[in-house]
């Protein structure tokens, strides 16, 4: 049973009219990057939850998640629509295994999400351990339109600071846009042209993270494979460490 602390909305920052940033004032969370907490409200005398992926480093006095509005979803549209000073109930704990301490390899790490599952990754990014422990980190956000690639002022710095060392590659697939991808990931993956747009290749030393739509981590997951990577799990350690958001 989940042990629920009072969070308080400070900010409701609307990207597009489905994507929004939650940041939540609440006692402290010791969370390692990576891992989520659950959000809940009550919706007709019932306790609704959802689990949500932490966006902020740890160690921050806020928390903030970053958010889709679920078509016929429950608990998304009533968050999308809380206002600063609103009241919000957040796990006590936060949970999960898509931590880099979960990874294995060293020499290139490829963060790869679609949609809000950007959100993990934007927290390991603003910790030490990655650029300590890899080479190269490419991260690769797929959204079908423009308007969907948020936090690209967090992005920006990240490419001003590891000018080298990072990549970023935006993919839209529903609009033709200049110097971006235009086609799905596991297509990208396949055709090889991911690999060529990052001047890098797959190879045993490598860790790839697959974050968000169920559809592309099995697509992906199923081209890396091709490729020669595994699934990393715990009993049986590999390349591939997936996270799934429905
Ligand atoms: C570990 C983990 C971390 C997550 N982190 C995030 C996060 O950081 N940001 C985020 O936006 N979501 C995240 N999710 C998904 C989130 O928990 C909810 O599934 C989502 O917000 C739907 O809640 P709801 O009550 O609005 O819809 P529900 O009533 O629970 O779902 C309605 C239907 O929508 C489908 N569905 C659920 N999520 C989506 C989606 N994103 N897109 C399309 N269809 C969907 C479900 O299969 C269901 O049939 C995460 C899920 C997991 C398991």
Redesign the pocket.
Known sequence: MAQWLQGRVVENQHWTDTLFSLRLSVAAIEFVAGQ?ISLALDVEGER?A????LVNAPGSDDIE????L?P??????KLMQLNPGDEVFVSQRAS?FFTLDEVVGHHSLWLMASG?GI?PYLSMLTTDEPWQRFNRIHLLHSVSKQAQLAYSSLIENLQRQYPVQFNYRAIVTRENLAGTLGQRLPTLIDNGVLEQSLNDTFDSQSAVMLCGNPDMVADCLASLKQRGLQKNLRRKPGQVTV????
């Open positions: 989520f609704i959802r689990p949500y992926s998640c970053y958010l889709v679920v016929d979803g429950i608990l998304s549209k999960g809000t959100g996270e799934r958001y429905w």
